[in-house]
């Protein structure tokens, strides 16, 4: 056996990376906030929100954080086809894909050995969602799937997840 295969989530795009430089992060003093005392000993006062494009964030971030990271949760667009004032979230299957993988293989990177990602997504990226954390981290490394009933009743106007033969 020459060597082994694997599965592997292709799309259109997908070689196309987009080229990264580490970037500085400069705290804006307007916008920052630091609390004036510890309560406790333990209290940390390194909590950094930062303003702009996540990737370039991320990559600012890699090379002081890289494998310290204890818990990660991304809250992704959902790429419901929606518009919002701050983001679109209807770009093209293929495109939201590159944005993800590219975002999630630097958050790995920042993950300590015992860390994890947490994602939020609907069911319509779900599977997708997963197969490029698989890729990326590992197919091994999931724990779980948590659901949550956002309903109590079925939703009947739009059928989703729904298979049917004609």
Known sequence: M???????????????????EPRILLEDPAKSYHARSRVTTTDSFDNRLIFGDNLLALKALEAEFSGKVKCVFIDPPYNTGSAFTHYDDGVEHSIWLSLMRDRLEILWKLLEE???IWTSIDDSEMPYLRILLDQ?????RFVATNVWQKRYSRENREPRGDWRCA
């Open 2 to 20: 020459a060597g082994k295969q694997k599965l592997e989530l292709t799309w259109i795009g997908k070689e196309n990376r987009p080229k990264l």
């Open 114 to 116: 015992n860390g994890s």
């Open 136 to 140: 990326v981290c590992g197919r091994d």
